[in-house]
């Protein structure tokens, strides 16, 4: 269950530790908020798969990096 303070890491509980969890939430924040588009710059991609990305507005399907589109 994901709190205020965990954020999405709160599913592994007490596990793992403090530092590891608290750097799965900044990359999971990252890769799951909208990206700008290369091709039409709108801010309408969302990530497919590690590194397969979809613009919502132009419908183009590209590839970049795992997280981010660059």
């Known amino acids: 269950m994901a ?3 965990v954020g999405s ?3 592994f509980g ?3 530790g403090k530092r590891l ?6 990359v999971e924040k990252i890769q799951r908020k ?3 588009c290369p091709y039409c710059n709108r801010r ?3 990530r497919l798969s590690a590194g397969i990305w979809h613009c919502g507005k132009c419908e183009s399907k590209f590839t970049s990096k795992a997280y ?3």
């Open 21 to 26: 969890r608290q750097k799965i939430v900044t």
């Open 68 to 70: 981010k589109v660059e």
């Open 14 to 16: 007490a596990r793992y």
């Open 3 to 5: 709190t205020k303070k």
């Open 44 to 46: 309408t991609v969302k």
């Open 9 to 11: 890491a709160g599913r």
């Open 34 to 36: 909208q990206q700008q």
